[in-house]
């Protein structure tokens, strides 16, 4: 069964901007958190942003904060990252992650790997000089 599938990925410039898609086909978004990570060789994987599907809440990596957004589209079951001003270290492999939300749900850090059932297989970065 497929849950999350990336897509967007590329070469990008120093400065440039990028815009990737996960689309998670087979239920709404209404229940789910969807996250963004990214690893680089030899780097841990780093929370990135995230999206709660519900109401629209997001959060942000202070690596991103101010040049990425989050968002998404219900209709299409689809999350969008958008990065702008784009720096050296954002070239990585994206992924985005999903996890269920209840109400009764504590305070949950959504930048944290672990708290995600399910990964997309990732959309490659590659930064060009």
């Known amino acids: 069964q497929v849950h999350l599938v990336e897509s967007g990925g590329g070469l990008v410039q120093p400065g440039g901007s990028l815009r990737l898609s996960c689309v998670k086909p087979?239920?709404?978004?209404?229940?789910?958190?969807i996250g963004w990570f990214r690893q680089s060789p030899g780097k841990e994987r780093e929370g990135v942003s995230w999206?709660?599907?519900?109401?629209?809440?997001?959060g942000y990596a202070d690596s991103v904060k101010g040049r990425f957004t989050v968002s998404k589209d219900n209709a299409k079951n689809t999350v969008y990252l958008q990065g702008n001003s784009l720096k050296p270290g954002d070239a990585a492999i994206y992924y985005c992650?999903?996890?269920?939300?209840?109400?009764?749900?504590?305070?949950?850090?959504?930048?944290?790997?672990?708290?995600?059932?399910?990964w997309g297989q990732g959309t490659q970065v590659a930064g060009s000089s």
């Open positions: 992650a999903e996890d269920v939300v209840y109400d009764s749900d504590g305070e949950r850090d959504f930048l944290a790997a672990n708290e995600y059932d399910y």
């Open positions: 087979d239920f709404t978004l209404d229940m789910y958190v």
């Open positions: 999206i709660r599907g519900r109401d629209g809440k997001t």
